[in-house]
C-alpha cells in the first residue's frame, strides 16, 4: 500500500496534480473493502491453539489481563512512540525533500516508494523471521530486537536531517527505512502471546488504539506545529529542524520502553491465560 500509494501518487501528481492522485490511489481501496465484505468468511477463533474454541471474554476481562502486564504497556508505549517517528516520517520526508532541496514528486515518489514501501516490507518480514529464530534461545529478543532497531535508527535520523544533498538524505535513509518497521510484528505477536486466544483481536484493538492515539494523532502534528512555530525564523529549513529537534529524542524513548518490555516478557508469556 504504501509503495503503491508513494509510487502512483508521485507520478500522478507530478502530471495531472494532486486531486487526481488521491483519486486514483485511494479508489482500489474502495473496491478491495467490498471485495473482502463480501467473499471472506470470518474464521473461527482459536482452531490453531488446540481444542474447541471457548467463549469469548467480556471487554473488561480483556483490560484486566493487560492491565496486570507490564510487558503489554512497555510494549503499547514503545510502539506508540515508535509509530510516532514512523507517521511523521512517513508524513513530512516528501514535504522536507521539496522544501530543502526542491525534488520533483514523481521522482521523489520513486524513491519513497523503494525506501518506506519495499525497505518497511523487508523490515516487518524480517524481522519477524529473525525475532521468531532468536527466540528458540530467549524470548526476550521479541523486545529486545525492536530496541535494538530502535537505537540504530536514531544516529540516521540525525544524518538525515543534517545532510545537505537530496540523495546523501535519500541513500541515508535506507536503513532505518528497514529498521523502521522492526517493531510492529513483534509488537502484534508477543501481545497476543500474553493472552488467550480468545482476547487476542480485543488486545490488538487496544494496542492499536494507542499506537495511533499517540503515533498517528501525535506525531505528523507535533512536527508540523514545530515546524510552523520555527518557520519565522528558519523558513524552508524549519521542517527539516522540526523533524531532527522532535523525531531522534522520541525514537530514543521508543527503544527504551522495548528494552524495559524485556525484562517480564517470559514472566508474562508463561502466564498468559489459556
Given at each position: 500500500?504504501?509503495?503503491?500509494?508513494?509510487?502512483?501518487?508521485?507520478?500522478?501528481?507530478?502530471?495531472?496534480?494532486?486531486?487526481?492522485?488521491?483519486?486514483?490511489?485511494g479508489?482500489?481501496?474502495?473496491?478491495?473493502?467490498?471485495?473482502?465484505?463480501?467473499?471472506?468468511?470470518?474464521?473461527?477463533?482459536?482452531l490453531?491453539?488446540?481444542?474447541?474454541?471457548?467463549?469469548?471474554?467480556?471487554?473488561?476481562?480483556?483490560?484486566?489481563?493487560?492491565?496486570?502486564?507490564?510487558?503489554?504497556?512497555?510494549?503499547?508505549?514503545?510502539?506508540?512512540?515508535h509509530?510516532f517517528?514512523?507517521?511523521a516520517?512517513?508524513?513530512?520526508?516528501?514535504?522536507?525533500?521539496?522544501?530543502s532541496?526542491?525534488?520533483a514528486?514523481?521522482?521523489?515518489?520513486?524513491?519513497?516508494?523503494l525506501?518506506i514501501g519495499?525497505?518497511?516490507?523487508?523490515?516487518?518480514f524480517?524481522g519477524?523471521?529473525?525475532?521468531?529464530?532468536?527466540s528458540?534461545?530467549?524470548?526476550?529478543?521479541?523486545?529486545?530486537?525492536?530496541s535494538?532497531?530502535?537505537?540504530?535508527?536514531?544516529p540516521f535520523?540525525?544524518?538525515?536531517?543534517?545532510?545537505?544533498?537530496?540523495?546523501?538524505?535519500?541513500?541515508?535513509?535506507?536503513?532505518?527505512?528497514?529498521?523502521?518497521?522492526?517493531?510492529?510484528g513483534?509488537?502484534?505477536?508477543?501481545?497476543?502471546?500474553?493472552?488467550?486466544?480468545?482476547m487476542r483481536?480485543?488486545?490488538?484493538?487496544?494496542?492499536f488504539l494507542?499506537l495511533?492515539?499517540?503515533?498517528?494523532?501525535?506525531g505528523?502534528?507535533?512536527?508540523?506545529?514545530?515546524?510552523?512555530?520555527?518557520?519565522?525564523?528558519?523558513?524552508?529549513?524549519?521542517?527539516?529542524?522540526?523533524?531532527l529537534?522532535?523525531?531522534?529524542?522520541v525514537?530514543?524513548?521508543?527503544?527504551?520502553?522495548?528494552?524495559?518490555?524485556?525484562?517480564s516478557?517470559?514472566?508474562?508469556?508463561?502466564?498468559?491465560?489459556?
Amino acid at each position: 500500500g504504501i509503495l503503491f500509494g508513494f509510487l502512483a501518487g508521485g507520478w500522478l501528481n507530478e502530471f495531472f496534480g494532486w486531486r487526481t492522485a488521491f483519486l486514483v490511489v485511494g479508489l482500489p481501496g474502495v473496491a478491495l473493502a467490498l471485495i473482502l465484505r463480501f467473499t471472506l468468511a470470518e474464521p473461527i477463533r482459536g482452531l490453531q491453539d488446540g481444542g474447541a474454541p471457548a467463549a469469548s471474554p467480556s471487554f473488561g476481562e480483556v483490560l484486566q489481563v493487560l492491565w496486570s502486564r507490564p510487558t503489554f504497556w512497555h510494549l503499547a508505549m514503545g510502539a506508540g512512540l515508535h509509530a510516532f517517528c514512523g507517521y511523521a516520517t512517513a508524513n513530512w520526508t516528501a514535504s522536507y525533500m521539496i522544501r530543502s532541496f526542491d525534488m520533483a514528486t514523481g521522482e521523489l515518489g520513486t524513491w519513497l516508494a523503494l525506501i518506506i514501501g519495499l525497505g518497511g516490507a523487508v523490515g516487518v518480514f524480517g524481522g519477524g523471521v529473525l525475532a521468531d529464530r532468536l527466540s528458540e534461545r530467549d524470548q526476550r529478543w521479541y523486545a529486545w530486537l525492536p530496541s535494538i532497531c530502535g537505537f540504530l535508527i536514531v544516529p540516521f535520523m540525525v544524518l538525515i536531517y543534517t545532510a545537505q544533498s537530496a540523495y546523501a538524505a535519500l541513500l541515508l535513509s535506507v536503513i532505518p527505512g528497514i529498521l523502521f518497521n522492526v517493531y510492529l510484528g513483534n509488537t502484534i505477536a508477543t501481545t497476543h502471546a500474553i493472552v488467550s486466544p480468545q482476547m487476542r483481536a480485543t488486545a490488538s484493538a487496544v494496542l492499536f488504539l494507542i499506537l495511533n492515539i499517540i503515533g498517528l494523532g501525535a506525531g505528523p502534528w507535533v512536527v508540523g506545529v514545530l515546524s510552523d512555530v520555527l518557520a519565522p525564523s528558519l523558513g524552508d529549513e524549519s521542517l527539516r529542524n522540526a523533524m531532527l529537534y522532535a523525531l531522534p529524542p522520541v525514537m530514543t524513548w521508543s527503544a527504551i520502553h522495548y528494552l524495559l518490555a524485556a525484562r517480564s516478557v517470559r514472566e508474562d508469556i508463561a502466564r498468559a491465560p489459556r
